[in-house]
């Protein structure tokens, strides 16, 4: 019901555009969310936001550097990674909360299956 993509092998300060379509049960009202799992870390939260747009919140770390947004059309999510460093280095997933956002993984109903980002140095 979510699928990621876009990840890639890209160099320090490179930009990419991650993507999550949504299908089946996703709704308008869920909120929409994009986490990451760096080698040998706990996934961690990045961005969410609602459909609408009109909430959106980030990880201190990415602040300035990701923006989330959303194409109702498509029912797909974007993540647009700019000014990567090679701490950003991670599979990344996309994941949906009925009714609103939140930060903690545990409170995720669905998740998609992750794209890999990878930045040389």
């Known amino acids: 019901q979510l699928q990621a993509s876009g990840g890639g092998l890209v160099q320090a300060g490179d930009s990419l555009r991650l993507s999550c379509a949504a299908s089946?049960?996703?709704?308008?009202?869920?909120?929409m969310h994009w986490f990451r799992q760096a080698p040998e870390k706990e996934r961690e939260f990045v961005a969410a936001?609602?459909?609408?747009?009109?909430?959106?919140s980030y990880a201190d770390s990415v602040k300035g550097r990701f923006t989330i947004s959303t194409d109702n059309a498509k029912n797909t999510v974007y993540l647009q990674v700019n000014s990567l460093k090679p701490e950003d280095t991670a599979v990344y997933y996309c994941?949906?909360?009925?009714?609103?956002?939140?930060?903690?993984?545990?409170?995720?109903?669905?998740w998609g299956q992750g794209t890999l980002v990878t930045v040389s140095s």
């Open positions: 994941a949906a909360k009925w009714w609103t956002t939140a930060q903690a993984i545990g409170l995720m109903n669905y």
């Open positions: 089946g049960r996703i709704s308008s009202s869920d909120g």
């Open positions: 936001t609602t459909w609408s747009g009109g909430s959106t």
